[in-house]
Antibody, heavy 117, light 108 residues
Framework: EVQLVESGGGLVQPGGSLRLSCAAS????????MSWVRQAPGKGLEWVAN????????YYVDSVKGRFTISRDNAKKSLYLQMNSLRAEDTAVYYC??????????WGQGTLVTVSS | EIVLTQSPGTLSLSPGERATLSCRAS???????LAWFQQKPGQAPRLLIY???SRATGIPDRFSGSGSGTDFTLTISRLEPEDFAVYFC?????????FGGGTKVEIK
């Protein structure tokens, strides 16, 4: 059974940093694209970033370019999202998602990031 | 960027009725890389349909997807109580990956 467990969310002040983690199990982690998708409270879904199997390619939504960095450690079966210069509009539940290609076919339960003073 | 517009915003129906949800893209979605997700309160989204019309593993056959180019439809043939939720369409043809704003299917 595929399991994706996010951690690292919490309350952070504007301008601060946070690092999210996603622990994967139940599949061959190194074989899949991985992504982060977020959902602001009461709002729709927004893709944030994705990363190729070997980490050689990464893509970001424009609103986070230069502030967020997606990375992975295939040996640890883990996905990461380093978030710097956080803004109020980054407040959301952040989901880790497994990709079949770029199709999100499994999701974690999410971790809440709140950016507020 | 491909903008996806879903309609209606809310659909009020009774169990047993047919639900028809629409998703229109601002430009053609290459190779029908269009998916539909279901989301219930407090839960992560669940993949229902990919490739515009293929059901994901374990999805009941009352869910069907159709369409190509810029116009796509999700149909739920007979609503079950567990189908009342929010549905999002999503294109995964290229970056940036985008989602529609969602259609809420609520009990009438």
């Amino acid at each position: 059974e595929v399991q994706l467990v996010e951690s690292g969310g919490g309350l952070v002040q504007p301008g601060g940093s946070l690092r999210l983690s996603c622990a994967a199990s139940g599949f061959t982690f190194s074989s899949n694209w991985m992504s982060w998708v977020r959902q602001a409270p009461g709002k729709g879904l927004e893709w944030v970033a994705n990363i190729k199997q070997d980490g050689s390619e990464t893509y970001y939504v424009d609103s986070v370019k230069g502030r967020f960095t997606i990375s992975r450690d295939n040996a640890k079966k883990s996905l990461y999202l380093q978030m710097n210069s956080l803004r109020a509009e980054d407040t959301a539940v952040y989901y880790c998602a497994r990709g079949e290609g770029w199709l999100f076919d499994d999701w974690g339960q999410g971790t809440l990031v709140t950016v507020s003073s | 960027e491909i903008v996806l517009t879903q309609s209606p915003g809310t659909l009020s129906l009774s169990p047993g009725e047919r639900a028809t949800l629409s998703c229109r893209a601002s430009q053609s979605v290459t190779s029908s890389y269009l998916a539909w997700f279901q989301q219930k309160p407090g839960q992560a989204p669940r993949l229902l349909i990919y490739g515009a019309s293929s059901r994901a593993t374990g999805i009941p056959d009352r869910f069907s997807g159709s369409g190509s180019g810029t116009d796509f439809t999700l149909t739920i043939s007979r609503l079950e109580p567990e189908d009342f939720a929010v549905y999002f369409c999503h294109q995964y043809a290229g970056s940036p990956l985008t989602f529609g704003g969602g259609t809420k299917v609520e009990i009438k």
